[in-house]
């Protein structure tokens, strides 16, 4: 039907459109990024399905993006000849929040402009963001492919409602107008328009055109021209060499392929040659995404193979326990019709994924060894991602393992700060284990009994309150050749750290103790495997310990919750 309709928006689109013209107006300039953001992906959507039907392209093969303004209306027209969409997709697309992690997202908000901007950036702003300088958004498209009688328009004025109606488009892809918001006019502009493209998306692989606009003849006249030009270079930013990347260039390459609002907290560009030749440029974001813990996650890496975009998402490229690294690999071997089957048997594949978690990991090590802050930050944020990696990834286990931080006893604070070397730098004079506690908080590992003996002996215990830690030592075994020993495990050996002192002490307390010790085993009988008199505890009056083979008492007490 021709007929307009009227839709409303989902309860969170409200909620979230009004909070992006409040929070975000400090960064008005966005938007622009984020339509031109949205046009380059569409472009990569239909150069991807193109490959098998190139008559998606209908005689028009020149992908491009197109920037235009017109003063006495008072819009700015961004349009696409890319992929587009149908009017399910339009309803899909852009009147709801499918996104995964969206109920957190809204759980997260505090009404405080600041935080909630912050948050807003996190969950990424897209094409909402129209309408933080628009009071009406006019976007009408067209798949790739289907009748010129197919296209749809759009249409909003950014409250509760939109309108949708069939029209015709003669070409495929989207245009979308905004009309601007009183005391916008500064954005009609050639110039201001132009600086913003140059400084968001110069690193759009497809030219971003605009007119000519005024230029000095020969005489010192005006000319005014209507000839396009590309305003951005219109190269795919990793195909470039390093020296002519700025670090703003990085940063905006960033936002556009991670969808996020938040700089990154560094990256990896690099060509590799050999057996396999790509070029990854990989980043660590600096905040974890709202999705990191949701199975149904989507993002990823975006595959590329020789500039034209395959697919994003793919497990196959990265491993879960880096799942928050965000970038390109654009391969030079690659069949360009590999798919999610072919990719989830390919050996090169497995060559390019192993090449680049070793470039992460590289990266990782470098911050941790230059940046120290830097490297709390990303701790602070990935730590317990990054150790599922323990477990999971053998060739690597060793890098992984240093780059591990933990609290310890021998630190003041609840910063997760020691590693593993540190540790072993500091043991005592005959140690020979790296002694842990595991528990649910700081304050119950700081305060148990079972660190006694370790105080009083001055031996540094690390303290380890990640539900994933039980996880780490249960395959890490052992360090530098130095093993892992939980200090609530077994009959406590002390080893050299024993003195002869201690060896006399604890055969008195077995004697003056044996008659409680028979009394108390007695009372308990089959809930205990043994009772024992011990020197470990110095304050406390007794303690349970764990069999040296048996779950901990922390990891038995994290499967019942977990209802095992
Ligand atoms: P994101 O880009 O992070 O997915 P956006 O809010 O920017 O989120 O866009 C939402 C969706 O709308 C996109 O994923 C895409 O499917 C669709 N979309 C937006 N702009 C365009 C466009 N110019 N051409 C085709 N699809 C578009
Ligand atoms: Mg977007």
Redesign the pocket.
Known sequence: SAQKETLGFQTEVKQLLHLMIHSLYSNKEIFLR?LI???S??ADKLRFEGLAKPELFENDAELKITVSFDKEARTITIS?N????SRDEVIA??GTIAKSGTKAFFEQLSGDSKKDANLIGQF?V???SAFIVADKVSLT?RRAGSNTAEGIRWESQGEGEYTLEQVEKAGRG?DIVLHLKEGEDELLADWALKRIVRTYSDHISIPILMKKGSSYGENGEVIESDELEAVNAASALWTRSKSEISDEQYTEFYKHVA?DFTDPLAWSHARVEGRQEYTELLYIPARAPFDMWDRERKQGIKLYVRRVFIMEDSDKLMPQYLRFVRGVIDSNDLPLNVSREILQESKDIDAIRAGCVKKVLGLLEDLAANQTEKYAAFWKEFGQVLKEGVGEDHANKERIAKLLRFASTAVDGDEPTVSLSDYIGRMKEGQDKIYFITADTLAAARNSPHLEVFKKKGVEVLLLTDRVDEWVVGSLFEFDGKSLQSVAKGALDLGALEDEADKEAQKQAEEAAKPLVEKVQSALGDKVKEVRATVRLTDSPACLVAGEHDMSAHLERMLKAAGQ
Do not use: L, R
Not at 82 to 85: A, D, E, F, K, S
């Open positions: 984020e953001s949205n046009a992906d569409a696409d890319g992929i587009g969409m697309n852009i990424g897209g094409f909402y498209t989207t969808h």
